[in-house]
């Protein structure tokens, strides 16, 4: 068999049998291609036109997509910047409320500050008047013992009395002006 090479393998191999079932494989295609061949054609239309219109209906959406994207930037961009002018409105109104708060605070140590001053001068008034009366009375007690040591028995006492009245009553004053 083998020493034979090809011409064995020939002689074994049914031509026949191939011939036919070649014949029958082309028939049976002839006749799907003409039997369906426009029902396949039909198909291959249909699937281009769906696939066109996918295509289409996914390049519409993209677009809409990207419109949608640039009108969400623009909210988002004007929220942001809504954002940002809400944030410096606050700053300005704590600028403000601060500034407002130190004003009445200034001024309400300047009031306290003229109070105390005028509190001290008041006191200080009162303390002079009462040194001043102490030194008044002092004076008089010192010149009415210098004065009774003075007067002989001859100097009538009743003026001396009357002047003492008149000081301890105050018109010592009026006799001054």
Known sequence: MISGG????????????VGKHALNLVLLIGFLVYFLRKRFLSFLKNRKESLHSEVERAA???EQAKITLEEYSAKLNTVASEIEAL?????KQGENEKDELLSAAHKSCEMIK????ETIRLETTKAVYE?????VDASLALAEKMIK???DADFPTDSVDDF???IEEGKWQQLRH
């Not at 090809?6 to 026949?16: C, E, G, K, P, R």
């Not at 944030?87 to 700053?91: D, G």
């Open 114 to 117: 003229k109070e105390v001053e």
């Open 6 to 17: 090809i011409t064995d393998l020939d002689s074994n191999f049914d031509w026949a049998f």
């Open 131 to 135: 040194i001043q009366s102490e030194v």
């Open 87 to 91: 944030k410096e409105n606050i700053k």
């Open 164 to 166: 003492v009245k008149m």
């Open 149 to 151: 040591e003075r007067v």
């Open 60 to 62: 519409t959406a993209s």
